[in-house]
């Protein structure tokens, strides 16, 4: 015998030991592996229902070789589960097992039926939609045929409301807005002005949004009578447009002093002066702010005294209120703008040494006061004084200094990168300082600031605290002051010149620019009443001063 048959008898030895042991709970059947042919089944069950009940495991005939063994074959039959039954009852082998075989190709066709039956009606649906798609693009063309047939009747009626919506876009370009005072609502700027201002036909689109009038006469508007604006107003207005009074500090002692005016010439009607003088200040505030835009400084002195105004509710006479208020803005005028000019000019000469060159840009009332105290102190040091046009206000500096002994040149801005090198220090005055450290002042300061920095020169800036504000600004466009175009049109030398009819030429503008910004990086230090503080030190100042009033 081979070893193959050894193995299978000593397999079917153990099924039968199997059986004898199991006897009552389950069935194991082996069939003849000669009557299956190439391949033998084993079923192994436990019930009587070998149909429902029996696994048919089909096995290929092994090769005959010594290394499969008959106990791994037998692991390997005996590890699949069966499912328990209820009864104890046995079967034949070739009964079980042809049951079995017939069963199992029986149960495929059923489910087959089934799953074709289930199919139709989803491949009739798909049709039923593949047709209803065919039918609705057969139909789109024929609609869209028919609505073209429809539009084409009121065409021309169409072609008429085009041309009319085309028309009215035209006329409404070409209608010139109204600028606003640093205000988006253009509508409510234009409500709350006092004169009647013609606005500039020839702006630079950029600066559009900057008020810039034509030059002329100053008009009330018929809403308004000349009792309702004081003559101490009426008089600072004009001087305001015609450029007679100048610089931030002069405009707002100017305007402090003709409130003060204001103030004592006022009655009120019913005896309440906070709420009276609150409505009747408004006119007057309006027509200077439409006679040239306000500066920071100015609108800080404007909001000090609503604030006393306020203070005055708790006041018994009107005589006392107007007293009290006339009192805090000259307390204002005195601390915040002379005195504190005074302890700028001290803190300033202290910073000049014998043998500085110090370099300054246009005109600034405290650098002026500096370089003059300095001098009387006996320093020895020489000052260099930059000036652009159209203002040309480094030449009235020139005169005051060189009156007085100090040693000075000037030069235009175009030189600044020859004489920069030579430079110890830069003094520079103020428009305003932002919060965010950026300062805005006359155009050209940036520039000076820049070429200052790129050669290692301290740039130092000389301001009052009362010209600090809690806007921040990044750029020279959203807040600016337009001057008038015909300053940079005329020259000493020529009346007009080649662009004395520049306001007919379509192609031309002229941008007056007056102030530019400076970054705070290229600052130094800044110069104030309450010390030498770098620029990031300014939002610390608005907080004690806030906290103050």
Same mark, same amino acid.
């Given at each position: 015998?081979?070893?193959?048959?050894?193995?299978?008898?000593?397999f079917?030895?153990r099924?039968d030991?199997?059986?004898?042991?199991?006897?009552?709970?389950g069935?194991v059947?082996?069939?003849?592996?000669?009557?299956?042919?190439?391949?033998?089944?084993?079923?192994?069950?436990?019930d009587?229902?070998?149909?429902?009940?029996?696994?048919?495991?089909?096995v290929?005939?092994r090769?005959?070789?010594?290394?499969?063994?008959?106990?791994?074959? &037998?692991?390997?039959?005996?590890?699949?589960?069966?499912?328990?039954?209820?009864?104890?009852?046995? &079967?034949?082998?070739?009964?079980?097992?042809?049951?079995?075989?017939?069963a199992?190709?029986?149960?495929?066709?059923?489910?087959?039926?089934?799953?074709?039956?289930?199919?139709?009606? #989803?491949q009739?649906?798909?049709?039923?939609?593949?047709?209803?798609k065919?039918k609705?693009?057969q139909?789109?063309?024929?609609?869209?045929?028919e609505?073209?047939?429809?539009?084409?009747?009121p065409?021309?009626?169409?072609?008429?409301n085009?041309?009319?919506?085309?028309q009215s876009?035209?006329?409404?370009?070409?209608?010139?807005?109204?600028?606003a005072?640093?205000?988006?609502k253009?509508?409510?700027?234009e409500?709350n002005?006092?004169?009647?201002?013609?606005?500039?036909?020839?702006?630079?689109?950029?600066?559009?949004h900057?008020?810039?009038?034509?030059?002329?006469?100053?008009?009330?508007?018929?809403?308004?009578?000349?009792s309702?604006?004081?003559?101490a107003?009426?008089e600072l207005?004009?001087?305001?447009?015609?450029?007679?009074?100048?610089?931030?500090n002069?405009r707002?002692v100017?305007?402090i002093?003709?409130?003060?005016k204001?103030?004592?010439?006022?009655?009120?009607?019913?005896?309440?002066?906070?709420?009276e003088?609150?409505?009747?200040?408004?006119?007057?505030?309006?027509?200077?702010?439409?006679?040239?835009?306000?500066a920071?400084?100015?609108?800080n002195?404007?909001?000090?005294?609503k604030?006393?105004?306020? &203070?005055?509710?708790?006041?018994?006479?009107?005589?006392?209120?107007?007293?009290?208020?006339v009192?805090?803005l000259d307390?204002?005028?005195?601390?915040?703008?002379?005195?504190?000019?005074d302890?700028?000019?001290?803190?300033?000469?202290?910073?000049?040494?014998?043998g500085?060159?110090?370099?300054?840009?246009?005109?600034?009332?405290?650098?002026?006061?500096?370089?003059?105290?300095?001098?009387?102190?006996?320093k020895?040091?020489?000052?260099?004084?930059v000036?652009?046009?159209?203002k040309?206000?480094?030449?009235?500096?020139?005169?005051?200094?060189?009156?007085?002994?100090?040693?000075?040149?000037?030069?235009?801005?175009?030189?600044?990168?020859?004489?920069?090198?030579?430079m110890?220090?830069?003094? +520079?005055?103020a428009?305003?300082?932002?919060?965010?450290?950026?300062l805005?002042?006359?155009?050209?300061t940036g520039?000076? &600031?820049?070429?200052?920095?790129?050669?290692?020169?301290?740039?130092?800036?000389?301001?009052e605290t009362?010209?600090?504000?809690?806007? +921040?600004?990044?750029?020279?466009?959203s807040?600016?002051?337009?001057?008038?175009?015909?300053?940079?049109?005329?020259t000493?030398?020529?009346?007009?010149?080649?662009?004395? #009819?520049w306001?007919?030429?379509?192609?031309?503008?002229?941008?007056?620019?007056?102030?530019d910004?400076t970054?705070?990086e290229?600052?130094?230090?800044?110069?104030?009443?309450?010390?030498?503080?770098?620029?990031?030190?300014?939002p610390?100042?608005?907080r004690?001063?806030r906290?103050?009033?």
């Amino acid at each position: 015998m081979t070893s193959y048959e050894d193995s299978n008898r000593e397999f079917e030895r153990r099924i039968d030991s199997l059986q004898e042991k199991q006897k009552g709970s389950g069935i194991v059947t082996v069939p003849n592996p000669v009557q299956l042919g190439s391949s033998f089944t084993r079923t192994i069950g436990f019930d009587t229902a070998p149909s429902s009940s029996a696994i048919p495991i089909s096995v290929p005939p092994r090769s005959k070789t010594p290394s499969q063994s008959p106990a791994n074959e &037998a692991v390997g039959l005996l590890s699949g589960s069966a499912p328990l039954g209820s009864s104890n009852k046995s &079967a034949s082998p070739d009964s079980d097992n042809n049951k079995s075989a017939v069963a199992k190709p029986k149960q495929n066709q059923k489910q087959n039926q089934q799953n074709q039956k289930q199919g139709q009606p #989803n491949q009739q649906n798909q049709q039923n939609q593949q047709n209803q798609k065919q039918k609705q693009k057969q139909e789109k063309p024929a609609k869209e045929g028919e609505s073209a047939k429809g539009s084409s009747r009121p065409s021309s009626a169409n072609q008429q409301n085009q041309q009319n919506q085309k028309q009215s876009q035209k006329q409404n370009q070409s209608k010139p807005s109204a600028p606003a005072q640093f205000d988006i609502k253009r509508g409510k700027a234009e409500k709350n002005r006092v004169l009647d201002l013609k606005p500039s036909q020839k702006q630079v689109q950029l600066f559009s949004h900057l008020p810039q009038y034509e030059r002329g006469t100053l008009k009330l508007k018929t809403s308004f009578s000349a009792s309702e604006i004081h003559p101490a107003i009426v008089e600072l207005g004009l001087k305001y447009a015609e450029g007679v009074i100048t610089g931030s500090n002069a405009r707002c002692v100017a305007l402090i002093e003709a409130f003060q005016k204001v103030i004592k010439d006022f009655k009120a009607p019913t005896g309440v002066f906070w709420k009276e003088f609150e409505l009747y200040s408004r006119p007057q505030v309006q027509f200077l702010v439409d006679s040239r835009p306000l500066a920071i400084s100015m609108g800080n002195a404007i909001n000090y005294m609503k604030l006393a105004v306020n &203070a005055t509710k708790n006041l018994a006479g009107d005589q006392e209120a107007k007293s009290y208020v006339v009192e805090k803005l000259d307390r204002f005028l005195q601390e915040r703008i002379v005195i504190a000019d005074d302890i700028i000019v001290g803190y300033a000469c202290e910073k000049i040494y014998d043998g500085d060159v110090i370099l300054t840009y246009g005109r600034s009332y405290v650098v002026e006061q500096v370089f003059l105290k300095a001098h009387e102190l006996g320093k020895k040091f020489r000052v260099v004084i930059v000036d652009s046009r159209p203002k040309n206000e480094g030449k009235t500096l020139l005169h005051n200094l060189v009156q007085h002994g100090v040693k000075c040149s000037y030069v235009t801005i175009n030189a600044i990168s020859y004489v920069i090198k030579d430079m110890s220090k830069v003094f +520079v005055g103020a428009y305003t300082m932002m919060a965010n450290g950026n300062l805005v002042s006359r155009s050209g300061t940036g520039l000076v &600031a820049m070429m200052a920095h790129s050669h290692h020169i301290p740039f130092i800036v000389c301001c009052e605290t009362y010209k600090f504000t809690e806007r +921040v600004q990044l750029e020279s466009f959203s807040f600016n002051e337009l001057g008038d175009p015909e300053e940079i049109v005329k020259t000493d030398k020529y009346k007009s010149g080649i662009l004395e #009819n520049w306001k007919n030429d379509p192609h031309l503008t002229v941008l007056n620019l007056m102030y530019d910004l400076t970054p705070s990086e290229f600052i130094v230090m800044i110069i104030t009443e309450v010390g030498m503080i770098p620029a990031t030190s300014i939002p610390a100042v608005l907080r004690e001063y806030r906290l103050a009033l």
